[in-house]
């Protein structure tokens, strides 16, 4: 089965500063990744999915942009935080070989702007 | 647009009674994939149940089962034998296949279980 990783578990970051979010997934190949929002008391927003290395889809134009330099591996970044950045981010993949009907999600970042 | 609608921000069950949570969606598509799920204060993400449009059978996975109305595009969790550890916050979601198959949410439920 797979297993999702993320890191920072915690992440304090002064506005303007710039960020870098890790995810990496084990157990399957293939997958399909996803960058998911949540802010507090609210449900999750969609802010990137990406179905191949190199291919990113964004959902929500802002300042944050996200990459896939391996199968496995996909990263959420920003060159200049905003307060409104603040939040819960999720990773979530669906497995190759799930006919894209299964989504597993990671521990998450908490990430605060201040 | 394709919108996920959860009308109760929270709800109270006793422990060992039962509760429903409620969820709407609205979708052009036929086939499709709906889901549940809970997120405890810990805020990981896990799948309680899922859902086949195609199936007309509900599904079922122990104490939890849903009641899939398709025309109707409802699609709600029943929580039977309510036990201290499902009080969290839970979340309907509807599967996009032109999105990546990416997730759409609810806004969630809370669930409180008092004893």
């Known amino acids: 089965s797979q297993t999702i990783h993320q890191w920072p578990a915690t992440l304090v970051q002064p506005v303007g500063s710039p960020l870098s979010l890790e995810c990496t997934v084990e157990g399957t190949s293939n997958p399909n990744l996803y960058w998911y929002r949540q802010a507090a008391g609210r449900g999750l927003q969609l802010l990137f999915y990406s179905v191949g290395i190199g291919q990113i889809s964004s959902e929500v134009p802002q300042n944050l942009s996200a990459s896939r330099p391996q199968d496995r591996q996909f990263i959420l970044s920003s060159k200049k935080l905003l307060l409104s950045d603040s939040g819960f981010y999720l990773c979530?993949?669906?497995?190759?070989?799930?006919?894209?009907?299964?989504?597993?999600f990671g521990p998450g970042t908490r990430l605060t702007v201040l | 647009a394709q919108t996920v609608t959860q009308s109760q921000p929270e709800m109270s069950v006793q422990e060992a009674e039962t509760v429903t949570l409620s969820c709407t969606y609205d979708t052009s598509e036929s086939d499709y994939y709906l889901f549940w799920y809970k997120q405890p204060p810990s805020r990981q993400m896990i799948l309680v149940i899922r859902?086949?449009?195609?199936?007309?059978q509900n599904a079922t996975e122990n104490r939890f089962s849903v009641n899939f109305q398709k025309a109707a595009k409802s699609f709600s969790l029943k929580i039977s034998d309510s036990q201290l550890g499902d009080a969290a916050m839970y979340f309907c979601a509807y599967i996009f296949s032109n999105s990546g198959y990416a997730l759409n949410f609810g806004k969630g439920t809370s669930l409180l279980v008092t004893p």
């Open positions: 859902q086949e449009a195609y199936k007309q």
């Open positions: 979530a993949c669906t497995p190759g070989t799930s006919g894209r009907s299964e989504q597993f």
